[in-house]
Nanobody, 125 residues
C-alpha cells in the first residue's frame, strides 16, 4: 500500500519561511504520479494550494500563495516539497500532501488517490 508522511511544519513568525516535505513509500511508481498540496484551517473546507505534474515541468498554485510558495519534487527520493516564504497568519492550517496515479497535475481534490496525515503550520503575527 502507498503511504505519505508530511513533515516540516511548526510555529513561525509572520514573514519567515518553512519547507514541508512529503515522503512517499510503498510499492508505487512515484515517478509517474502527479502530486499536490492542500490545507485546511479549523472550521473550513480543505483547499487547494499547489500541484505538480509527474516530471515537474508544470506547476499550479492557488492565487493566495502565488509568488510565495513553490512546489517541487525529487522522484529519485520519492519526496515532494512545498517551500513556503513570506508566511502570513492566514496561512495557518494543517497541510496535506497527496498523489494522483495519473501523471497530469490537477487542482481537483477528488482526483487524488492517496493522502498523508497532515502537518500543522502555525504563523504568529
Amino acid at each position: 500500500q502507498v503511504q505519505l508522511v508530511e513533515s516540516g511544519g511548526g510555529l513561525v513568525q509572520a514573514g519567515r519561511s518553512l519547507r514541508l516535505s512529503c515522503a512517499v513509500s510503498g510499492r508505487t511508481t512515484f515517478i509517474t504520479y502527479s502530486m499536490g498540496w492542500f490545507r485546511q484551517a479549523p472550521g473550513k473546507e480543505r483547499e487547494f494550494v499547489a500541484a505538480i505534474n509527474w516530471s515537474g515541468s508544470s506547476t499550479y498554485y492557488a492565487d493566495s500563495v502565488k509568488g510565495r510558495f513553490t512546489i517541487s519534487r525529487d522522484n529519485a527520493k520519492k519526496t515532494g516539497f512545498l517551500q513556503m516564504n513570506s508566511l502570513k497568519p492566514e496561512d495557518t492550517a494543517v497541510y496535506y500532501c497527496a498523489v494522483d496515479t495519473m501523471p497530469r497535475a490537477t487542482m481537483n481534490r477528488d482526483d487524488y488517490d492517496y493522502w498523508g496525515q497532515g502537518t500543522q503550520v502555525t504563523v504568529s503575527s
